[in-house]
């Protein structure tokens, strides 16, 4: 039967562009001196990450953050750098904003993607 | 010279003829095979090659392929057969379907799918198919790929893939391009002939092709050619217009997919004339006022011609080695 909850956001404000640094140094430049950009880096002009690594982040992304992204929030606009980023996620993990998960569609393909 | 529309316009007698002195320099001499085995599809570019194929080795030193499988489009091969013999080559037929079978092509491919789609079975007319954001020149979307179900009653649902759904459903389907490159081999090593390749331009250098499969080659002699110069040497070597004019497709997946849907992202009139624009270093003011589109739009597309190239040079790069190795020469070689 289907219900709907609400899950909370499991990010504290102010460590997700930490949590976005490391992640991506450690996934997608396999580098051991961390990220060496800056936060406004576009991930795609760099060359940072290429569209599957961008799958990659958006799965990521919904399981780290707890949150449910649809496919037209998949902008350059939302993941295209750190800060870019790390906004999207605050505006979806804010309370009044976050939305009501579909259990049964969470359960048979992850986060509604 | 100013960017205008007409830049790409070629001498297509003059292009033919230096293409044919090409193949028969490269295959006869330097490789020193006896002729050239063509897949054909029904489609323009490989219409195209088989032209020149004939031109360059004569009819009796050219293997025109068909390799159909489970999901091909019937018309390919009925336009293959009909091109081939008025070109005055026996069309060879290989349906490659029970080794993809053997490989689990299908049964991998569709496992990938049921993972996001449980509903989804071929055996009751499921149909599916992968593409990318159509909008290239609209916004700044991410070419995330997603899945496209079409129900036995022609109704569509198309999500998003994650990326193990996505990689798993492409590596199944690349089958059917490496065993297409096997089947071809299997001909010109039996006849020591070349087999030669059917990429265009576009294909080759945005990376639309799979590594060890339809660029599995030993020639490739459109590979410098936009598609919209393909169609030029189409005409000037009388290819039929019912080749000419079909919608490009990809003819791998089981759901209908054009090209220009499955990953090119815009009509090959409009990106042919960007790339070269981009190529050549235009700024983009200049070329949105000749094409009728914004700076803005013009950047985007430069963006993903850069970003393609980018993406898929894994695709386009020899075997790596770490020492010296002996590269091929002129000479003959031990095959």
């Given at each position: 039967m289907?219900?709907?909850?609400?899950?909370e956001?499991?990010?504290v404000?102010?460590?997700i562009?930490?949590e976005l640094?490391?992640?991506?140094s450690?996934?997608f430049?396999f580098?051991e001196?961390g990220?060496?950009?800056?936060?406004?880096?576009?991930f795609l002009?760099?060359g940072l990450?290429?569209?599957?690594?961008?799958?990659?982040?958006?799965?990521w992304?919904?399981?780290?953050?707890n949150?449910?992204i649809?496919a037209e929030e998949?902008?350059a606009?939302?993941?295209?750098?750190?800060?870019r980023l790390?906004?999207?996620?605050r505006?979806?993990?804010?309370?009044a904003?976050?939305?009501?998960?579909l259990?049964?569609t969470a359960?048979?393909?992850?986060?509604g993607? | 010279m100013?960017?205008?529309?007409r830049?790409?316009e070629i001498?297509?007698a003059a292009?033919?003829?230096?293409?044919v002195?090409a193949?028969?320099?490269?295959?006869?001499?330097r490789?020193?095979?006896y002729?050239?085995v063509?897949?054909?599809?029904g489609?323009?570019?490989?219409?195209?090659?088989?032209a020149?194929?004939?031109?360059a080795?004569g009819?009796?030193k050219?293997i025109?392929?068909m390799?159909p499988?489970?999901?091909?489009?019937?018309?390919?091969?009925?336009?293959?057969r009909?091109y081939?013999q008025?070109c005055?080559v026996t069309?060879?037929?290989?349906n490659?379907?029970p080794?993809?079978?053997g490989?689990?092509?299908?049964?991998?491919?569709?496992e990938?799918?049921r993972?996001v789609?449980?509903?989804?079975?071929a055996?009751?007319g499921?149909?599916?198919?992968?593409v990318l954001?159509?909008?290239l020149?609209?916004e700044?979307?991410v070419n995330?790929?997603s899945l496209?179900?079409?129900?036995p009653?022609g109704?569509e649902?198309t999500?998003?893939l994650?990326?193990?759904?996505?990689?798993?459903?492409?590596?199944?389907s690349?089958f059917?391009q490496?065993?297409?490159?096997a089947m071809?081999?299997?001909?010109?090593?039996?006849?020591h002939?070349?087999?030669?390749g059917?990429?265009?331009?576009?294909?080759?250098g945005?990376?639309?092709?799979v590594k060890?499969g339809?660029?599995?080659?030993?020639?490739?002699?459109?590979a410098h050619l936009?598609?919209?110069?393909?169609y030029?040497?189409a005409?000037?070597l009388?290819?039929p217009?019912e080749?000419r004019?079909r919608?490009?497709t990809t003819?791998t997946?089981s759901a209908?997919?054009?090209?220009q849907e499955f990953?090119?992202r815009?009509?090959f009139?409009?990106?042919d004339?960007?790339?070269f624009?981009?190529?050549?270093?235009?700024?983009?003011?200049e070329v949105?006022?000749?094409m009728g589109?914004?700076?803005?739009?013009v950047q985007?597309?430069?963006n993903?011609?850069t970003?393609?190239?980018?993406t898929?040079?894994?695709?386009?790069?020899?075997?790596?080695?770490?020492?010296?190795?002996?590269e091929?020469?002129?000479?003959a070689?031990?095959?």
């Amino acid at each position: 039967m289907l219900k709907f909850v609400r899950k909370e956001p499991m990010a504290v404000s102010g460590t997700i562009e930490n949590e976005l640094r490391a992640y991506i140094s450690s996934n997608f430049l396999f580098s051991e001196s961390g990220f060496p950009y800056s936060d406004d880096t576009s991930f795609l002009q760099e060359g940072l990450i290429d569209s599957l690594g961008v799958m990659e982040l958006v799965e990521w992304v919904s399981s780290a953050f707890n949150i449910q992204i649809r496919a037209e929030e998949v902008t350059a606009e939302n993941f295209d750098s750190v800060s870019r980023l790390a906004a999207y996620i605050r505006r979806k993990t804010a309370p009044a904003e976050a939305a009501p998960v579909l259990e049964e569609t969470a359960r048979t393909h992850g986060n509604g993607l | 010279m100013g960017f205008n529309k007409r830049v790409l316009e070629i001498d297509a007698a003059a292009e033919t003829n230096r293409i044919v002195a090409a193949l028969r320099q490269t295959v006869l001499r330097r490789m020193r095979r006896y002729g050239g085995v063509v897949g054909i599809s029904g489609g323009v570019d490989s219409a195209v090659v088989l032209a020149l194929a004939l031109r360059a080795f004569g009819p009796q030193k050219v293997i025109a392929l068909m390799l159909p499988e489970n999901d091909s489009d019937p018309e390919s091969e009925v336009l293959a057969r009909r091109y081939a013999q008025a070109c005055g080559v026996t069309a060879v037929l290989e349906n490659i379907t029970p080794a993809l079978e053997g490989f689990g092509c299908y049964a991998r491919r569709d496992e990938a799918i049921r993972r996001v789609f449980p509903e989804y079975d071929a055996a009751k007319g499921y149909k599916a198919k992968i593409v990318l954001p159509k909008n290239l020149l609209e916004e700044d979307t991410v070419n995330v790929f997603s899945l496209t179900i079409v129900d036995p009653n022609g109704v569509e649902q198309t999500k998003p893939l994650f990326p193990r759904d996505f990689l798993q459903i492409v590596a199944a389907s690349n089958f059917k391009q490496r065993t297409r490159m096997a089947m071809l081999y299997y001909h010109a090593e039996s006849n020591h002939y070349a087999v030669i390749g059917t990429a265009n331009k576009n294909e080759h250098g945005q990376g639309f092709f799979v590594k060890h499969g339809d660029a599995g080659v030993d020639v490739q002699p459109i590979a410098h050619l936009y598609k919209t110069q393909v169609y030029q040497l189409a005409e000037y070597l009388k290819v039929p217009e019912e080749i000419r004019n079909r919608v490009p497709t990809t003819d791998t997946y089981s759901a209908p997919t054009s090209q220009q849907e499955f990953f090119f992202r815009l009509p090959f009139e409009v990106m042919d004339l960007l790339w070269f624009a981009q190529e050549h270093g235009y700024p983009p003011a200049e070329v949105a006022a000749v094409m009728g589109l914004t700076e803005v739009q013009v950047q985007r597309a430069y963006n993903e011609f850069t970003r393609k190239q980018r993406t898929t040079a894994y695709l386009r790069m020899a075997p790596v080695s770490f020492g010296a190795v002996q590269e091929g020469t002129a000479r003959a070689e031990a095959s």
